[in-house]
């Protein structure tokens, strides 16, 4: 067994940070040492950081997932009596990312199951789990028997890592959280795919993003990290497919957690439907349908989301996945009755007439982090209240008379901090120009 091997940790952390190549036993005795916690909080931040320096090769990674997925319990569907494949999806993570919530429902509403395990912010990004912590009452981490009993009776359920569910990844995450680390491909994708594979999934989409609000950063980067994904799904025996889409600008019109899961709603209910949205978060469950085998073309899975939302059954299925977890019963036709409100609401005007140009979303993000949106360590509380809302897409006009978007804070002082972020963060130009498409390609193994 590698736990009895005399190895010790800051002699493979040593041996990374130099850039050696690491046994299979190497990695499964680090991540039991992050599992059982005699591996330091300290050592584990600087095997992330070795890693994140000097990478990992395919094999190196392939072994971080396998560990990782072995450092807990793997779900096994068979005994649940469903009658429609286990699918799921997963974002590399984004600012405004709140497709998860839209995409559980809808898959659900066509005859698949997910079981979707999500993650908490990271970085400038913004987490699932933080936006339905802003859910009061909604538990983000019930036993596994309420877990898959929800998949099971309405179809879908977002949760975190449970204590028996990829335990490694867990600490893990929350420590490349706090340190800078999140943009390491082999991390990302061993974190991704232990929680994946421990769900017991039959299919998984991926949304690999690129662009300045994105960990990728550059397309290359994003290209990457998608092949490393898939490959390794691949060889783990899990139908895995990953589009590429755009982060250049934040997704959506909100930014925020209790204002993500409203714009999520209005989706839902076709109350509004942002194009950007609406494109990645049809893109993602067209794919999934048909890796699953629920659709045999494109146009068959378009038409199977469209009734979902027509019908109003994914709205539906997601009031039901609320309740089911312990939130409000009502909160799909009452939201602003439970989702928390910030004192400060101010807009955001420009100081000359042009056009929005630009934006860095990174620095998006980063403002909602200091407006108390996210976290700087590993144990801040969060504020689910603020963030940004009524964001207009690239290309829009402006003027000092037509608010680039609306700051939602605790304060006035965290208000003031706030615009003067977003203003230093947008480009007014002179020219209309439109964003790049949203969806940009597809990698499959």
């Known amino acids: 067994m590698a736990s009895e091997r005399p190895y010790f940790p800051q002699e493979i952390i040593?041996?990374?940070?130099?850039?050696?190549?690491l046994t299979d036993d190497e990695i499964s005795f680090i991540v039991k040492g992050i599992t059982d916690n005699s591996v330091t909080e300290g050592q584990a931040a600087a095997f992330a950081m070795a890693v994140f320096f000097q990478g990992?090769?395919?094999?190196?990674?392939?072994?971080?997932?396998?560990?990782m997925t072995r450092s807990g319990t793997v779900l096994d569907w068979s005994a649940a009596g469903l009658d429609g494949p286990v699918l799921d999806k997963h974002s590399t993570g984004g600012v405004g990312d709140k497709v998860s919530l839209m995409l559980a429902p809808i898959i659900a509403a066509c005859g698949g199951f997910v079981p979707m395990i999500s993650g908490r912010g990271l970085g400038h990004t913004g987490g699932t789990l933080d936006k339905l912590d802003a859910i009061p009452g909604y538990d983000t981490g019930p036993d596994r028997d309420t877990f898959m009993r929800t998949v099971r009776d309405v179809g879908c359920a977002i949760i975190g890592q449970t204590a028996d569910l990829a335990p490694?990844?867990?600490?893990?995450?929350?420590?490349?959280?706090?340190?800078?680390?999140?943009?390491?491909?082999?991390l990302?994708?061993?974190?991704?795919?232990s929680k994946k594979l421990a769900a017991g999934l039959d299919g998984l989409v991926m949304d690999v993003k690129f662009g300045n609000g994105s960990f990728a950063g550059d397309r290359d980067n994003a290209v990457a990290l998608a092949h490393?994904?898939?490959?390794?799904?691949?060889?783990?025996?899990?139908?895995?497919?990953?589009?590429?889409t755009d982060m250049n600008q934040v997704l959506g019109h909100s930014a925020g957690n209790a204002l993500e899961v409203r714009e999520a709603i209005a989706y839902l209910t076709g109350a509004h439907r942002d194009p950007r949205v609406h494109g990645v978060t049809i893109a993602l469950c067209a794919e999934l349908l048909r890796i699953g085998g629920l659709a045999a073309t494109e146009d068959e899975a378009q038409a199977m989301i469209d009734r979902a939302l027509a019908s109003g059954t994914a709205a539906e299925i997601f009031g039901r996945m609320v309740a089911a977890l312990g939130g409000p019963a009502d909160l799909v036709e009452r939201p602003d009755a439970h989702l928390p409100i910030a004192p400060v609401i101010r807009p955001v005007c420009p100081l000359?007439?042009?056009?929005?140009?630009?934006?860095?979303?990174?620095?998006?993000?980063?403002?909602?982090m200091g407006l108390g949106g996210g976290r700087h360590?590993?144990?801040?509380?969060?504020?689910?209240?603020?963030?940004?809302?009524?964001?207009?897409?690239?290309?829009?006009?402006?003027?000092?008379?037509?608010?680039?978007?609306?700051?939602?804070?605790g304060s006035g002082d965290d208000a003031d901090r706030a615009v003067s972020a977003v203003l230093a963060a947008v480009t007014i130009g002179e020219q209309a120009g439109g964003g790049d498409p949203v969806v940009q390609d597809r990698i499959a193994a």
């Open 377 to 409: 360590t590993a144990g801040d509380a969060i504020d689910y209240s603020v963030g940004l809302s009524d964001m207009l897409p690239l290309g829009s006009p402006v003027a000092p008379d037509t608010p680039l978007c609306t700051v939602h804070a």
């Open 188 to 193: 990302i994708t061993a974190s991704i795919l």
């Open 14 to 21: 040593r041996r990374k940070r130099d850039g050696a190549t």
């Open 352 to 368: 000359t007439s042009g056009y929005l140009a630009a934006t860095d979303t990174r620095a998006l993000g980063v403002a909602v």
């Open 228 to 244: 490393s994904i898939v490959d390794v799904a691949a060889g783990a025996g899990l139908k895995c497919s990953a589009l590429l």
């Open 56 to 67: 990992m090769s395919a094999a190196e990674c392939a072994a971080l997932t396998r560990a």
């Open 168 to 186: 490694a990844d867990r600490r893990l995450y929350a420590i490349r959280d706090v340190t800078a680390t999140g943009e390491s491909i082999p």
